[in-house]
């Protein structure tokens, strides 16, 4: 069965700091993988997927993520935080047979001025 | 095309009522998806249609709960005799049917069940 680990439910970095929130996966086959951000009060809005066509994938507002078959890993990285990237990130896992999407539990990203 | 529209925004209920909530799709997506989020989680999926037919129930979808799209676009999701465990964010979700898309969500139903 698929299923997503987050490490760290709060990672608090420094404006203008690195950026990375950790994301595993379980799957026999190589999945597609998803990041989402979520702001309170809000729905998700997805920030960049990994479709097995290249393994650095480039999102919206500056975040990247690279998915690493040997480690299961697609973890989200943004150079340097901005205070307006405090929110909630879901990683997400979908099979190409299936419709569904599994969540993580989810990282809260604090951002101290 | 103005995304996934979901209402209300935010309902609250006496336990014991029945609530309905709407989700109106990207329209030419022909998959939706209901899921419902508890606070500090994740969303859990709870359902999915392809055009009008319901292909999926989630055992976490309990007999107090019905979901229909009748003509393949718009969404209800119902919750008769609430209880305060149906306190969540619900969240609909369209996509297109091919493999690598992820869903368009809307922004969601907050129930409060008192």
């Known amino acids: 069965a698929q299923s997503v680990t987050q490490l760290g439910s709060h990672v608090s970095v420094s404006e203008g700091a690195l950026v990375l929130l950790r994301c595993n996966y379980s799957?026999?086959?190589?999945?597609?993988l998803f990041w989402y951000v979520q702001y309170p009060n809000q729905g998700l809005q997805l920030l960049l997927k990994?479709?097995?066509?290249?393994?650095l994938v480039k999102g919206i507002n500056g975040f990247e993520a690279e998915f690493k078959k040997s480690e299961t890993s697609f973890h989200l990285t943004k150079p340097s935080a901005h205070m307006r990237d405090a929110a909630e990130y879901f990683c997400?896992?979908?099979?190409?047979?299936?419709?569904?999407?599994?969540f993580g539990s989810g990282t809260r990203l604090l951002v101290r001025p | 095309d103005t995304g996934v529209s979901q209402d209300p925004r935010h309902k609250i209920t006496k336990r014991g009522q029945n609530v309905t909530f709407r989700c109106d799709p990207i329209?030419?997506?022909?998959?939706l998806y209901w899921y419902r989020q508890t606070l500090g989680q994740g969303p859990e999926f709870l359902t999915y249609?392809?055009?009008?037919?319901?292909?999926?129930k989630s055992r976490l979808l309990s007999d107090r709960f019905s979901a229909e799209r009748p003509k393949g676009s718009f969404s209800t999701l119902e919750i008769q005799r609430t209880e305060q465990g149906d306190s969540a964010m619900y969240l609909c979700?369209?996509?297109?049917?091919?493999?690598?898309?992820?869903?368009?969500f809307g922004s969601g139903t907050r129930l409060t069940v008192v």
């Open positions: 979700a369209s996509s297109q049917p091919q493999g690598a898309v992820g869903y368009t």
């Open positions: 799957s026999s086959v190589p999945p597609y």
């Open positions: 990994y479709t097995s066509a290249a393994t």
């Open positions: 997400a896992v979908r099979m190409d047979s299936s419709y569904k999407l599994i």
């Open positions: 329209s030419e997506h022909n998959r």
């Open positions: 249609f392809q055009n009008e037919a319901q292909l999926e």
